[in-house]
């Protein structure tokens, strides 16, 4: 791995809002007094008119953007995932994932690694939540790069989308070379004896969990799931025919996720192939640094390796 300037998706997202806003009169960015953390505010560096602050209200936010959208806009609504996910589910249910509304719903701060303020703020189960519901479309870019090529892909879907964005910073490391398309996996690493399998900022080290055991003679593919819907079930096909084992790796619960859907479509497709779901194993986060929080589930390289290790020796 490269010592290479490092972002936050959540930066990612706010640099392709700004490009947007430029470009297109119809963007409009709506927060729930947390614009300058989700990046959204930056949108005032091209119309101050275009930004709204709806205070500490996030259901009256989701209904202020479903009319925005009626009246034509498209609304890029933003708040802590936890927050935006869980507290309006009702409201992203019935006004704008039923009608197929033109609105993305920008979750920031996911996961784990949200860090210090501990269980009530980090979202585990968010993902979760947007997979259950009918037209909508969910991705975890991996990088901020990534995440500047999923919003100008999102601004061109017109029908309700979830991006989970996220605080914990790394390089861009996905390749500047792999195409994003909406609802096509990324093949990082080609390998043979297993493949890790990831979504979001963790897949930094997923990859450097295949270099330790690329050190150890394991040929380790890596692939890049950042849409989980609708989901590459082909790509999942082509996995089963080449390794008998795989990894997901996801800062998320392992029900609901990336995991689950690997798991629908195996489930379906597979015969003999093997699933490790690593993630948040059914339980709250806590207070402590990204770091820690990482190390603890497992999903640093170290952790990686070490749960691949023992799938490849059982």
Excluded: W
């Amino acid at each position: 791995m490269s010592a290479t300037k490092t972002r936050e998706t959540r930066d990612g997202y706010g640099e392709a809002l700004v490009r947007l806003a430029h470009a297109h009169k119809d963007v409009v960015a709506l927060d729930c007094d947390l614009g300058r953390s989700t990046r959204a505010h930056r949108i005032t560096e091209v119309d101050a008119a275009r930004f709204f602050d709806m205070g500490i209200a996030e259901q009256d936010m989701i209904s202020t953007a479903a009319g925005m959208a009626k009246m034509g806009k498209t609304v890029f609504v933003n708040s802590f995932a936890v927050f935006v996910t869980g507290r309006a589910f009702d409201q992203i249910r019935q006004q704008v994932s039923l009608p197929r509304a033109n609105v993305k719903i920008c979750g920031s701060s996911s996961g784990i690694t949200q860090g210090a303020d501990g269980a009530t703020h980090q979202s585990v189960v968010d993902v979760a939540l947007m997979r259950s519901l009918p037209h909508m479309t969910v991705i975890v870019p991996a990088d901020a790069r990534q995440a500047e090529q999923a919003v100008e892909a999102l601004y061109e879907l017109k029908r309700p989308a979830y991006l989970r964005l996220s605080r914990y910073p790394t390089p861009d490391f996905v390749p500047a070379e792999c195409d994003f398309r909406i609802g096509r996996a990324q093949v990082l690493r080609e390998g043979s004896d297993i493949c890790l399998c990831g979504c979001g900022p963790v897949l930094f080290n997923a990859l450097a969990a295949a270099d330790l055991l690329g050190g150890e003679g394991f040929r380790v593919g890596v692939v890049n799931f950042h849409t989980l819907k609708p989901f590459d079930v082909e790509a999942v096909a082509d996995l089963v025919g080449k390794y008998r084992r795989l990894v997901s790796v996801e800062e998320h619960s392992i029900i609901g996720g990336l995991g689950s859907a690997l798991a629908e479509v195996l489930a379906e497709r597979s015969q003999g192939t093997r699933l490790l779901r690593l993630g948040v194993a059914d339980t709250f986060g806590e207070s402590g640094s990204a770091d820690e929080l990482l190390a603890k589930h497992g999903l640093d390289a170290l952790g990686i390796a070490a749960a691949a290790r023992q799938l490849l020796k059982d």
